[in-house]
T-cell receptor, first 115, second 115 residues
Framework: AQTVTQSQPEMSVQEAETVTLSCTYD???????LFWYKQPPSRQMILVIR??????QNATENRFSVNFQKAAKSFSLKISDSQLGDTAMYFC????????????FGQGTRLTINP | KAGVTQTPRYLIKTRGQQVTLSCSPI?????VSWYQQTPGQGLQFLFE???????NKGNFPGRFSGRQFSNSRSEMNVSTLELGDSALYLC??????????????FGPGTRLTVL
């Protein structure tokens, strides 16, 4: 079975700062996907960024980038130039390649961006 | 394209009752996954349906069941409700894609309160 661990329950930074959210996972699978999802207060869960395990290059999406260390089973999210709208719960998630669409989530990190 | 819709958005039931939640996926999506979100247990996978067949099931008691119709709409049912079933129930749909992965698009959720 796969497990995902987010060791930072809460984080708080000032607007425009850079923040890094940590995530580690455990799996015996070789082919899988990793995701960061964002859940703003009282709003829908949306995908921030995804990483295919077979790709060595770290994924980036505008201000969001990941540091994927496959051997260490680590998958951190860096948010640059943070904005007030980045305030949300962030979930790291794992999915095996192929088969059912089943996400395994971490416990989440509550990120607050202060003005 | 309309997003994932879930009905009802809020529901209050008493212990012992049963409840049915509905999810309409994005047009063209054939996979529907259900998740339970609670403060204590976080986000947990319930089950996934693809083309009216359950492909995977999480570790939940048999009181939790689901089905999918030919138009890909899905329902989940919880019988003999317990206080611990109070949660946000999220539905996610995904379409066909390459490489064994399809992005999951989440609905707004149904907030179930069991009294």
């Amino acid at each position: 079975a796969q497990t995902v661990t987010q060791s930072q329950p809460e984080m708080s930074v000032q607007e425009a700062e850079t923040v890094t959210l940590s995530c580690t996972y455990d799996t015996s699978e070789n082919n899988y996907y990793l995701f960061w999802y964002k859940q703003p207060p009282s709003r829908q869960m949306i995908l921030v960024i995804r990483q295919e395990a077979y790709k060595q290059q770290n994924a980036t999406e505008n201000r969001f980038s990941v540091n994927f260390q496959k051997a260490a089973k680590s998958f951190s999210l860096k948010i640059s130039d943070s904005q007030l709208g980045d305030t949300a719960m962030y979930f790291c998630a794992f999915m095996k390649q192929g088969g059912a669409q089943k996400l395994v989530f971490g416990q989440g990190t509550r990120l607050t961006i202060n003005p | 394209k309309a997003g994932v819709t879930q009905t009802p958005r809020y529901l209050i039931k008493t212990r012992g009752q049963q409840v049915t939640l509905s999810c309409s996926p994005i047009s063209g999506h054939r996979s529907v996954s259900w998740y339970q979100q609670t403060p204590g247990q976080g986000l947990q996978f319930l089950f996934e349906y693809f083309s009216e067949t359950q492909r995977n099931k999480g570790n939940f008691p048999g009181r939790f069941s689901g089905r999918q119709f030919s138009n890909s709409r899905s329902e989940m049912n919880v019988s003999t409700l317990e206080l611990g079933d109070s949660a946000l129930y999220l539905c996610a749909s995904s379409g066909l894609g390459r490489g064994g992965h399809n992005e999951q698009f989440f609905g707004p959720g149904t907030r179930l309160t069991v009294l």
